[in-house]
């Protein structure tokens, strides 16, 4: 029991061994659907073909090889042993004859030498191995076989005690000549297989691609492409419905609370507004300025609470170029008497596909913000091959790291760390976050260089 305990534990050792040939096996294989389906039609085929070839190669082939080699071997010890009872003196011209008439063998009846040297065989020649050992069991005298030449022929040499004895026979009699031919066929055959596969998958695939398109476009806040239908498998057509249906509910979830918050700020507005003509009729007291300077906040807050309900709205999606778009959030905020910097990492003027109002509101929070708790920002623009990076930089008194997530939650304030006597909703990161996620992309929050916060805005172009 012990040393089963201890083999156990030796083996138990040894699975991360295998575990990580696992993972670095996963690491080397494709990731795209097109490609493990290709490979799951493709083993199997090559695997099929491999056995196929290897049982021919095993069974039929060496088989009848060995059968045309065993009988040339006996062939050759025929006309050996015709030789030796030879008695006519023309030059062994009936041996010759007979030899070519009727065994298809060309003879020749040399002097008397040394055979030539052994040339180096090819590695695992099944011809040469099996004629050798035919002719070995069947020929007593020392002989001499050239199967390594480009030519169509076989030679032999056999030397006997008074002369050396010359064949030559055609490959095709000494070993089964034409399966190259079933191996063109199969090979062929898997050739032809293998491309109606691939055409049928890429059909198949095809579907899915634009499924998981019309799915990245509606993430990113795009509309999907024109072409797009239902199509494919039935389950491929399913899951196509499926996304149609819920982008539709999604759509007319966010048109529903849109409009039903639109009737309700157009309520409260009326209100606000009878309040606003209310208190023009009082005189400038302060308990009437602070009613008015309470009516204004909540202006503001009801102005916030519709852009977080609205979203992006119903506005699509266009080509917009970032730089035109920043100079006026620059220009618009120059009211806060800050100093605020243009920065563009490459020269060539970034477009980008975005709600052009949505995402210029975006920008405008954070900027609003950095210039509530700083003097001087910084806005650096980085395109590369596939997002569009804005970083926004201020010189205030920044955001401990723990609460740099929970900045984002709606109605979530942190005057404690950046301004008691700034009033705010709550909402402006929030909407901000919620407008880069739209598109497909997203905000987050680090330690600027300037010594403040850095606002980190990244969306796909």
């Not at 778009?325 to 905020?333: D, Y």
């Amino acid at each position: 029991m012990v040393a089963i305990y201890d083999q156990t534990r030796r083996l138990a050792a040894r699975l991360p061994n295998f575990k990580q040939l696992a993972g670095i096996i996963a690491g080397w294989m494709p990731k795209g659907l097109y490609a493990r389906a290709l490979i799951i039609i493709i083993t199997p085929i090559v695997l099929l073909e491999s056995i196929i070839a290897f049982i021919f190669m095993e069974r039929h082939w060496e088989a009848v090889t060995r059968r045309l080699s065993s009988a040339t071997a006996g062939e050759i010890a025929a006309i050996i042993d015709f030789y030796k009872n030879y008695t006519a003196d023309d030059d062994y011209r009936a041996l010759i004859d007979m030899a070519r008439k009727r065994l298809s063998l060309s003879v020749q009846v040399l002097p008397q030498g040394e055979l030539p040297a052994v040339h180096p065989k090819p590695f695992f020649d099944l011809l040469d191995r099996t004629l050798t050992r035919e002719l070995a069991d069947r020929i007593e005298y020392p002989f001499w076989v050239d199967t390594i030449g480009r030519s169509r022929h076989v030679e032999i040499r056999v030397k006997l005690e008074d002369a050396i004895l010359r064949v030559v026979a055609r490959r095709s009699q000494t070993y089964a000549s034409n399966s190259h031919i079933f191996l063109l066929w199969m090979v062929g055959s898997s050739l032809v297989l293998l491309t109606v596969a691939i055409l049928f998958l890429r059909n198949q695939i095809r579907p899915i691609l634009r499924l998981a398109e019309a799915a990245d476009c509606f993430g990113k806040g795009r509309p999907a492409p024109e072409d797009f239908r239902p199509r494919g498998a039935r389950e491929v057509r399913q899951a196509a419905y499926a996304f149609m249906e819920m982008r539709d509910r999604i759509e007319k979830h966010v048109e529903q609370r849109t409009v039903m918050l639109a009737g309700v700020s157009h309520d409260l507005r009326t209100i606000l507004t009878r309040f606003r003509l209310q208190l023009a009729m009082f005189d400038n007291t302060p308990e009437a300025e602070a009613l008015r300077s309470d009516v204004d906040e909540m202006q503001a807050m009801l102005s916030d609470y519709m852009a977080f309900a609205k979203g992006a709205g119903g506005e699509e999606a266009v080509q917009t170029d970032v730089r035109a778009l920043l100079e006026e959030v620059r220009n618009e905020a120059r009211h806060h008497d800050r100093t605020i910097v243009l920065k563009f990492r490459r020269r060539k003027r970034p477009r980008v596909p975005v709600r052009r109002h949505a995402f210029k509101r975006a920008i405008q929070n954070l900027v609003n913000n950095a210039a509530r708790f700083a003097q001087t920002i910084e806005i650096t623009v980085t395109p590369d091959r596939r997002w569009l990076r804005i970083d926004v930089d201020d010189d205030g008194p920044g955001i401990p790291p723990s609460e740099r997530e929970e900045v984002f939650r709606p109605f979530y304030r942190l005057d404690v760390a950046r301004n008691q006597d700034s009033r705010n909703t709550g909402l402006g990161l929030s909407i901000a976050r919620d407008i880069a996620r739209s598109h497909g992309g997203d905000i987050w929050l680090e330690e600027s260089p300037l010594g403040g916060l850095r606002a980190v805005v990244r969306v796909p172009l």
